[in-house]
């Protein structure tokens, strides 16, 4: 069976990734710098070193390289490309910059963008870290870089991804990547895009 590692997966499991991932074929490893969620192996985003060199078929990255400094960035996402195995790919989404500062640009900072389970989240929580965790002493939540597809797409590819296909949905604030080690075409980018009911 394919194995997809779930990067930062905080309280989350395979049902609560993508339709592409939660299927019968896909193994689930949980992979969290946070021993409390009791994830398959405790790490980092910059030292996988528990998971063994080209050792999984995908990662799931959700909002967790927007915790990193800018300079961490890459460091992470080679990571990523070292557990890959050579036809891996990555799925990673995270907050979209460009449409947080619309709102922003629209003096809308405090105000709620949208609704989650934790309540109504603003372009602030959006940009720095959600405010309401890090008060209760959940530091891991603070924010130190951000992306816009453009940049997203440039840093997976100057980290060492071969194939990259990115897309913005301003309605969720956030973008999503697949990325792969492999030369993939455009069609390809955009079956997987529709695989995980992205596109």
């Not at 405790?42 to 060199?53: E, Q």
């Not at 997203?152 to 913005?168: E, H, M, P, Y």
Request: glycine share 8%; proline share 5%; hydrophobic share 40%.
């Amino acid at each position: 069976m394919p194995k997809f590692l779930h990067v930062g997966c905080g309280q989350k499991r395979k049902v609560q990734t993508t339709q592409g991932f939660n299927t019968p074929e896909w193994t689930e490893i949980r992979f969290d710098i946070d021993e409390g969620v009791v994830p398959d192996v405790v790490g980092t985003m910059t030292d996988m070193s528990a998971i063994a060199d080209g050792s999984v078929d995908a990662i799931f990255s959700s909002h967790n390289i927007e915790h990193l400094y800018p300079h961490e960035v890459t460091v992470a996402l080679k990571e990523f490309l070292r557990v890959l195995t050579p036809a891996g790919l990555a799925v990673i989404t995270c907050p979209d910059l460009q449409s947080v500062c619309a709102l922003i640009a629209d003096n809308k900072l405090t105000q709620p963008a949208y609704q989650s389970p934790a309540g109504a989240i603003t372009p602030l929580d959006i940009l720095y870290g959600h405010r309401a965790s890090m008060q209760q002493g959940n530091l891991y939540m603070a924010h130190r870089c951000g992306f816009t597809r453009d940049v997203l797409s440039a840093t997976l590819r100057q980290a060492g991804f071969i194939s990259v296909g990115a897309l913005a949905r301003p309605q969720y604030f956030d973008l999503w990547a697949f990325a792969s080690k492999e030369t993939l075409t455009q069609e390809q980018l955009t079956d997987i895009a529709r695989t995980h009911g992205l596109a």
